[in-house]
């Protein structure tokens, strides 16, 4: 489940589901404000983690460009690990 506690990027957030593939609609609210009525402190994040829990990376993927182009290069990144490997 995902709630847009932002009605201002209900439109980043179709974006971003639907490049995602997900099947579900996120949530909406119905003002900015809401989520801080109702105790909720956090945003989805993106890490990138090496073998060991370490986290390499944290990309603020805030659309949908940014987060084709990091699905690229870490597909990138994965292919070159498996050649080497």
């Known amino acids: 489940m995902t709630i847009n506690t932002d009605p201002s990027r ?3 957030a179709a974006e971003i589901m ?10 909406t609210t ?3 404000k809401w989520a801080e009525r ?7 994040r993106n890490f990138l983690l ?3 829990g370490r986290i390499l990376l ?8 940014e987060r084709s182009a ?15 490997g």
């Open 10 to 12: 209900d439109v980043l």
């Open 18 to 27: 639907q490049a995602g593939r997900y099947g579900f609609v996120p949530l």
């Open 30 to 32: 119905p003002d900015d």
């Open 38 to 44: 109702h105790g909720i402190r956090f945003e989805p």
């Open 50 to 52: 090496d073998r060991n």
């Open 58 to 65: 944290e990309p603020a993927l805030k659309g949908a460009e």
């Open 70 to 84: 990091f699905e690229r290069e870490l597909a990138a990144l994965i292919a070159g690990a498996a050649k080497s």
